[in-house]
C-alpha cells in the first residue's frame, strides 16, 4: 500500500503547476488584449 501513494503526489503537483500556468497565461491573455483594445481606442 505504501508503494502506491507515492507517485500521485507528484502527479498531483505537476498537474497543479500546469493548470495554474495555464490559468496565468490566460489571465496574461486577457489583461494583454484589454490593454491592446485601451490603447487602439486611444490612439
Do not use: F, H, K, Q
Not at 507517485?7 to 500546469?18: A, C, D, E, F, S
Not at 493548470?19 to 490603447?39: K, M, N, Q, T
Amino acid at each position: 500500500m505504501s508503494a502506491t501513494p507515492a507517485p500521485r503526489p507528484r502527479r498531483g503537483r505537476w498537474t497543479r503547476l500546469v493548470l495554474i500556468a495555464a490559468a496565468v497565461r490566460g489571465a496574461c491573455a486577457g489583461a494583454a488584449r484589454s490593454l491592446l483594445d485601451r490603447l487602439l481606442e486611444l490612439l
